[in-house]
């Protein structure tokens, strides 16, 4: 079974950073690609970002493009998102998502990837 856990949200300030986290297990990691997508209040489900462990290859919506860093631990099954420059508008509840798929600009199918977790949320002050 397919498992993602997410940590690391919380309340920052316009301009700071956080790193969200997302564990998973029960699937070979080397696999999936492996992303995020993000739902604030009222609005449609948004695509971040998105990695493939098996070769590191990246994509990112160009809202967070320059800003937010997309990696993986793949000894530890874990990816990260590395937020800095935050910004008011990236508050939001941040899932983490999964699927067995392959190419470029993953981001933009992220939010319907077959698997995710529970989501964590980010509030960015002004």
């Known amino acids: 079974e397919v498992q993602l856990v997410e940590s690391g949200g919380g309340l920052v300030h316009a301009g700071g950073s956080l790193r969200l986290s997302c564990a998973a297990s029960?699937?070979?990691?080397?696999?999936?690609?492996i992303g995020w997508f993000r739902q604030a209040p009222g609005k449609e489900r948004e695509g971040v970002s998105t990695i493939s462990p098996s070769d590191g290859s990246t994509s990112y919506s160009e809202s967070v493009k320059g800003r937010f860093t997309i990696s993986s631990d793949n000894a530890k099954n874990t990816v990260y998102l590395q937020m800095d420059s935050l910004k008011p508008e990236d508050t939001a509840v941040y899932y983490c998502?999964?699927?067995?798929?392959?190419?470029?600009?993953?981001?933009?199918?992220?939010?319907?990837?077959?698997?995710r977790g529970q989501g964590t949320q980010v509030i960015v002050s002004s």
């Open positions: 998502a999964a699927d067995q798929i392959y190419g470029p600009n993953l981001h933009l199918l992220v939010s319907s990837f077959g698997s």
């Open positions: 029960g699937f070979i990691f080397e696999d999936y690609a």
